[in-house]
């Protein structure tokens, strides 16, 4: 793989890394199927987003047991601006 996904997976951890065990994981491959742009081919369908992505049907459903179900709430602002500190220190 590239190193630009190695970035973006080092980014998305350090974005999810306060997010409980299990809701973190859903929520990794939730971002990632928004970033490869997998809800542009799906009109926006989380389930065929996933799927396309090539993930197995019970982790496609465990991802959206944790948009539904999981404990995260929206990030503020300050919160992902700090994240942002970690993409630059990925730059160098």
């Known amino acids: ?7 973006i997976a080092v980014l998305l951890s350090a974005i999810l ?3 409980p065990v299990g809701t973190n994981l859903g929520l990794f491959w939730l971002l990632w199927a928004l970033i490869s742009g997998r809800f542009l081919f799906s009109r926006g369908a989380v389930f065929p987003a996933l799927a396309d992505g090539g993930l197995p049907a019970d982790a ?3 991802s959206g047991a944790a948009l539904a179900y999981g404990r995260w709430a929206v990030l503020s602002q300050s919160c992902f601006f700090e994240s942002l500190s970690v ?3 990925l730059n160098s």
């Open 1 to 7: 793989m590239s190193t630009i996904v190695y970035r």
């Open 17 to 19: 890394a306060d997010v």
């Open 60 to 62: 496609v459903r465990r």
């Open 87 to 89: 993409c630059k220190s």
